[in-house]
C-alpha cells in the first residue's frame, strides 16, 4: 500500500559487531519508528537501531568507521571517552565541520584504554541524542582483568518525555528545557521501557553500565550487593561492594551483581523523592552456591596511577567556575530555595520548558574571567595538570552539573577536601550544586579539546570551553 511503503521504518534488533584490528564498519543515522508509550514515535537510530549496535574491539586496536548520515538534518558522531586523533572527535567547527544529510564521513578510532565507552552526534544533543542516537563500545583488555562471570549484560539507561502519549517537542531553533535540562518521565534501560534478564541461582552477571539521559542523573540498585570493578577508562585500584550506583550523563561504570536467592530481584533507580522500576532479573531455582564476597586489588592500575600521584598536591593549574546568569520574567533565584547538591527530579518543569540558552545562560568561567569558548588554555603534550571545578553555590540556579573533558583522560582526586582513597581514571565527572572537585588530567593526546557540561541543554546553551595540547617537542 502507498502508505506503508511511505511510512518510516520500524526500528532494527540491535547487532553486535566485533570488528577485526584495522576492519571497517557501516554506520549510518537514520529516521525510524519506535513503540514508546504504548505508541509509535518518530525517532532516530544507528543503523535503525536503539540503542545503536554494540561494538567489541580489544585494547591497542584501530577500527574505521564509514558513517552515513540519512537523516534531513547535520549530525556528527562523537566517541565520548576515546584517546584517539583530535581530527576523528567528531565536534562541528573544532575537529570537522557537520556531515550534511546524505553526506558521509570515515572515522579511523583507536583504543588505547579499556573500558565501557559510547557513541553520540554532537550536534543539537539535546534532539539527536535523546531520539535514540546513542551506542556502546566494549574495549577488552589486552589481557584477561576481570573475573570469569557467566553473564555480562550492557545497560544504557535513558530517559523521555512523553505527553498525552507524544514526545514532547524539542526546540526548533535550539534547545528548550536549558533551565535544568530535560528530564524524561519514563525510564529507559537499552531503549525499552522495561528491562528483562533471566538468570541461574548463584550466577553473576558483569554490567556495563552508561547514562545517555539527557539530563537526569540515576541511583541503581538491585536489591543485591554491587560489586564496583571500573569506571569510565577500565578499573578501579580496588574492587569495592556498594549498596547503589550514582550515575550521571555520560559516565559509565563497570559493576558485578551475583544472584544468590531464586525469585525475582528487581532494577531500580532511587532517589529521594520518588523510585523507579526499570525491570527484573528473574533468578531460576539452581545449584546454591555460597558467593564469596571477594574484591580484587589491582596492581597494574595502581602502579599507572603511581606515575601522577606527585602531582596531586599541586597547586590548580585552571580554576573554573560553573554557574548560569538568568534572564527569565518573573525570574527566580536560587536565594530563594535552599541548594541541594543534586536535582534528581526537575523541580521546576513549566519555567524550565519554556527556557531557552538566552534566558538560561549557563557558563564556565576561568580565574581570569573568561567564560566559555572564550577559554582557550595552552599545555603541552605530556603536561599534568590540576584542574579546581567549583560549582557556585551563589549562582542563580545551582544544580550538579556532569563536567566531560574529551580525549584526555583524568583522575578525580579530591571533593570539597576530602581525598578519594580508591581512583579510576575517568573521562566525566559528577560535580555536585556547592562542591569543589580536583582532577588531575593526564594531557597525553595533542589536539584541541572540548571540556563541557553533558546536560545536553546545558551544552546547547554553551556551557563549554577548549584546551589545547601542542605536540610534544619530539613529535612535532
Ligand atoms: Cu559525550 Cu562532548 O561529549
Ligand atoms: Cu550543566
Not at 525510564?187 to 533471566?198: A, D, H, W
Not at 542523573?217 to 570493578?229: L, Q, V
Not at 595533542?446 to 553533558?454: A, F, L, N, Q, Y
Request: net charge negative; charged share 25%.
Amino acid at each position: 500500500m502507498f502508505l506503508a511503503a511511505c511510512a518510516t521504518p520500524q526500528e532494527q534488533p540491535q547487532q553486535v559487531l566485533e570488528p577485526d584490528d584495522g576492519g571497517t564498519i557501516q554506520l549510518d543515522a537514520r529516521r525510524i519508528t519506535k513503540e514508546l508509550g504504548g505508541s509509535s514515535q518518530d525517532m532516530y537510530g544507528y543503523n535503525g537501531q536503539v540503542p545503536g549496535p554494540l561494538i567489541r574491539v580489544r585494547q591497542g586496536s584501530t577500527l574505521f568507521v564509514n558513517f552515513t548520515n540519512d537523516l534531513e538534518e547535520p549530525t556528527t558522531i562523537h566517541w565520548h571517552g576515546l584517546r584517539h586523533d583530535v581530527k576523528d572527535d567528531g565536534v562541528p567547527g573544532v575537529s570537522q565541520e557537520p556531515v550534511p544529510p546524505g553526506g558521509s564521513f570515515l572515522y579511523e578510532l583507536r583504543f588505547p584504554d579499556e573500558g565501557i565507552y559510547w557513541y553520540h552526534p554532537h550536534v543539537r544533543e539535546d534532539r539527536q541524542q535523546d531520539l535514540g542516537l546513542y551506542g556502546n563500545i566494549l574495549v577488552l583488555p589486552a589481557e584477561n582483568a576481570y573475573a570469569p562471570v557467566e553473564h555480562e549484560e550492557f545497560l544504557i539507561l535513558d530517559d523521555i518525555l512523553l505527553e498525552n502519549g507524544r514526545i514532547v517537542p524539542h526546540g526548533h531553533d535550539g534547545a528548550n528545557f536549558a533551565l535544568m535540562g530535560r528530564y524524561g518521565n519514563t525510564l529507559l534501560v537499552n531503549g525499552k521501557e522495561r528491562y528483562n534478564l533471566t538468570v541461574s541461582q548463584g550466577e553473576t552477571v558483569r554490567f556495563y553500565v552508561t547514562a545517555a539521559p539527557n539530563a537526569r542523573p540515576f541511583n541503581i540498585t538491585f536489591g543485591a550487593p554491587i560489586k564496583r570493578i571500573g569506571g569510565d577508562l577500565g578499573r578501579y585500584e580496588r574492587e569495592e561492594y556498594v549498596d547503589s550506583l550514582v550515575i550521571a550523563p555520560a559516565e559509565r561504570y563497570i559493576i558485578e551483581v551475583t544472584f544468590d536467592d531464586p525469585g525475582t530481584y528487581l532494577l531500580r533507580s532511587v532517589n529521594p523523592w520518588t523510585s523507579y522500576d526499570l525491570g527484573e532479573i528473574t533468578v531460576a531455582q539452581g545449584m546454591e552456591r555460597s558467593s564469596p564476597r571477594e574484591t580484587r586489588v589491582h596492581p597494574d592500575v595502581i602502579a599507572d596511577i603511581d606515575r601522577y600521584r606527585g602531582e596531586f598536591n599541586r597547586t590548580p593549574d585552571m580554576v573554573l567556575r560553573l554557574g548560569v546568569d538568568l534572564r527569565m520574567h518573573g525570574g527566580m533565584h536560587a536565594g530563594m530555595h535552599s541548594v541541594l547538591p543534586i536535582e534528581w527530579e526537575d523541580t521546576m518543569q513549566e519555567m524550565n520548558r519554556h527556557a531557552d540558552a538566552r534566558q538560561a545562560a549557563w557558563f564556565i568561567e576561568d580565574e581570569t574571567g573568561a567564560r566559555n569558548m572564550n577559554i582557550m588554555r595552552h599545555f603541552t603534550q605530556g603536561d599534568v595538570v590540576k584542574i579546581r571545578i567549583i560549582n557556585d553555590a551563589h549562582s542563580d540556579h545551582p544544580m550538579q552539573h556532569p563536567i566531560h573533558l574529551h580525549g584526555q583522560r583524568f583522575l578525580v582526586i579530591e571533593q570539597d577536601g576530602v581525598r578519594s582513597g580508591n581512583l579510576v581514571w575517568k573521562d566525566t565527572v559528577l560535580v555536585p550544586a556547592g562542591s569543589t572537585v580536583d582532577l588531575i588530567a593526564d594531557l597525553s593526546n595533542p589536539g584541541e579539546w572540548m571540556i563541557h557540561c553533558h546536560i545536553a541543554e546545558h551544552v546547547e546553551a554553551g556551557m563549554m570551553a577548549m584546551i589545547s595540547v601542542a605536540p610534544h617537542a619530539a613529535e612535532r
